[in-house]
């Protein structure tokens, strides 16, 4: 029998090597991008036609090639970026595979301009099907100009395969938004159907928040908190959505190493554990984050596209990343929502004592000056200030009648004025403003914490019943009270296992006095059970916040101004003051300024 085995003409070869790198418009996008970037480009124009599919045009202003190279570039396995294999180990390129220009040549009508910028002349290369139809030299700017034109059009099935303009254009966005963002510091323009879809000029001063407005909107700005933690084997910077922002949809969630896009479950799981207690379980955050690391330490040869890497040592780089985030989201707690900005004025008239809280204004995202937590007593501090305080800037224009808004005639120094609204909410002023408390919330974000704290000790206080009271259980419920006895005893619960199915009652956790026994373990166990399986650890918070919910003072309440300055002072003190454990707001601020402007001042 003759032989039957034969080696395939390199065009079908690339053809068939294609596929794994270039699925769809998208794929020629992410290359294209990544080979400007790889030149030096700092402006970047991306052009597009139908989503890509009749047209993917990417002109940069980066290093242009030689007329050899413009040949040779789309030879597979052609790149100017590894020599060696040893190399691989130091890649700080987007490419290094070399296949990207040979596998879209395979299956395209690609024309190819270029001048290297201290040559006068250029090249032109057209290629189709992996086939040189010619080349040139040719006067033209400096930089590369590669244009894909009909995308599969030898490969009818692939084409086929391809969804909708709309679709396919989601995809190129998607690719364009991380290479944009990995890179603030270069100029990008797309233009799609001669639409111009985005704009986004180099950054300066804070570029990547810059740039997170260009793509994402204005209203970004304000929802983003700046990152930035440093040790001496990676550097974690960037900026978290702020938890009320989180959405319901997965949202904008990246992370960049080295400036390369990646995904990690890994990561994720990091970063969304920073956000505990402070979004729902169903809400999604949103993140911009960037590691540096020494390549050394990543293999990012693992995945054909290049989205997933290996840490060498993962369990670091997962700490770090929870501990920037969590902080950052810590920091920011304090300061946009009581939105203070000391003036001089002020600071003097303090005699130099410490500022309660400094000023963290969103826009400076080189100042990463960390504020100090609140307590209770610079909460105090807080609200005498806004009494104290002479009102010599005005708040509205000076021409306009000036009314200032009384701030303390009708207050003694050292009181401060609350005010109790439909038995549901506490209105307190601020020194810029006024805030608005949910006492249940505010309540249940205190016990919450309180809770955890009893429950890490092991000691809780009970307040012994006068008469032991007896709560009837089924059986299963029963179970699941023995099992977290030792956690209800810490938590303030005095139980005793009376036998049959009968748990007595000795003492309850003293803020929790008032309650009815049977109610409250009753929703206590209700809240457990959803939680089954859970770590130890995750089970001490379920066990606190479903304490918390429980026992925290309800709507309808009436307090005295005593009992609302405790509440504040309390919520102030806690670690987290802005948000239930559940991340709903436990209070709301408002600005004079707002009031000023509905009176039309
Ligand atoms: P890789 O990026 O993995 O090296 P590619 O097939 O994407 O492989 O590109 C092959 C080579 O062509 C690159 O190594 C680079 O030398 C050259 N090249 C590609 N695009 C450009 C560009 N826009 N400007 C300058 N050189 C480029
Ligand atoms: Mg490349």
Redesign the pocket.
């Known amino acids: 029998m003759a032989d039957i085995i034969r080696l395939l003409p390199d065009h079908v070869a690339n053809q068939i090597a294609a596929g794994e790198v270039v699925q769809r418009p998208a794929s020629v996008v992410k ?2 991008l ?3 970037v ?2 030096g ?1 700092d402006r970047i124009v991306l052009v597009l036609k139908d989503a890509g599919r009749t047209l993917v045009q ?1 002109t ?1 202003n ?4 030689s007329p050899g ?1 413009a040949r ?3 030879e597979r396995h ?4 590894i020599r060696v294999a040893d190399d691989l180990n130091a890649v700080r ?11 879209i040549a395979a299956i395209a009508q690609v024309e190819l301009k ?1 001048r290297e910028h201290d040559q006068d002349l250029g090249t032109r290369v057209l290629i189709e099907g992996s086939r040189t139809r010619g080349q040139d030299p040719m006067a033209g700017p400096p ?2 100009t ?1 244009a894909v034109r009909s995308l599969f059009y030898n490969v009818p099935a692939r084409r086929q395969f391809l969804k909708s303009d709309g679709v396919e254009l989601k995809h190129v966005l998607d690719e364009f938004h991380r290479v944009a963002l990995a890179h603030p510091d270069i100029a990008f323009q797309l233009l799609h159907n001669d639409q111009e879809e985005f704009n986004l000029p180099a950054g300066s001063g804070p570029a990547l928040r810059q740039r997170i407005v260009g793509l994402f909107g204005r209203k970004y700005d304000e929802r983003l908190v700046p990152v930035e933690e440093s040790t001496d084997f990676v550097r974690v910077t960037g900026f978290v959505g702020k938890p009320e922002f989180a959405k319901r949809s997965r949202g904008e969630q990246y992370f960049f190493v080295n400036h390369r896009f990646i995904r990690s479950n890994y990561l994720e799981h990091a970063v969304r554990k920073a956000y505990d207690e402070l979004v729902a379980r169903d809400n999604y955050p949103s993140w911009f984050l960037y590691l540096d690391i020494d390549p050394a330490q990543i293999d990012i040869n693992i995945h054909p596209t290049k989205t997933e890497i290996k840490f060498r040592d993962d369990r670091a780089v997962y700490a770090i990343v929870h501990a920037a985030v969590r902080r950052a989201l810590g920091r920011f707690n304090i300061v946009p929502s009581l939105d203070f900005e000391p003036e001089p004025a002020i600071l003097a008239g303090l005699d130099q004592s410490p500022r309660p809280i400094q000023a963290w204004r969103p826009q400076d995202l080189g100042a990463f000056t960390a504020p100090p937590r609140p307590s209770a007593e610079g909460w105090q501090q807080l609200f005498q200030m806004g009494m104290a305080t002479p009102v010599d800037e005005p708040v509205v224009p000076a021409e306009q009648p000036r009314v200032v808004p009384s701030r303390n005639h009708e207050v003694e120094p050292g009181e401060r004025p609350v005010f109790q609204l439909h038995g549901t909410y506490i209105l307190a002023q601020l020194r810029s403003g006024y805030m608005v408390v949910d006492q249940h919330r505010a309540h249940e974000r205190i016990l919450y914490e309180r809770n955890l704290k009893l429950l890490a000790q092991g000691a809780g206080i009970s307040q012994t019943e006068l008469f032991p009271r007896h709560v009837e259980l089924n059986a299963a419920d029963l179970a699941l009270v023995q099992d977290v006895l030792p956690e209800l005893r810490s938590m303030g619960f005095d139980l005793e296992l009376f036998g049959g199915r009968t748990v007595q009652v000795n003492g309850m956790p003293a803020e929790a006095a008032d309650e009815d026994p049977a109610k409250l373990l009753e929703q206590l166990l209700e809240q457990l059970k959803h939680e089954k399986g859970s770590l130890r650890n995750e089970r001490h918070h379920v066990l606190a916040r479903g304490m918390a919910t429980s026992m925290a003072i309800r709507a309808g309440r009436t307090l005295s101004p005593a009992e609302m300055h405790d509440l504040i002072d309390r919520l102030f003190a806690c670690e987290m003051p802005y948000h239930t454990p559940g991340g709903k707001p436990t209070l709301i601020t408002y600005g004079l300024d707002e009031l000023n402007e509905r009176f039309e001042r």
């Open positions: 290359e294209l990544e080979n400007s790889d030149a480009a990417v940069d980066g290093k242009g090639m190279d040779l570039c789309f052609a790149t100017s970026k390129t987007k490419g290094f595979r070399g296949e990207a220009l040979a596998s270029t930089g590369t590669i």
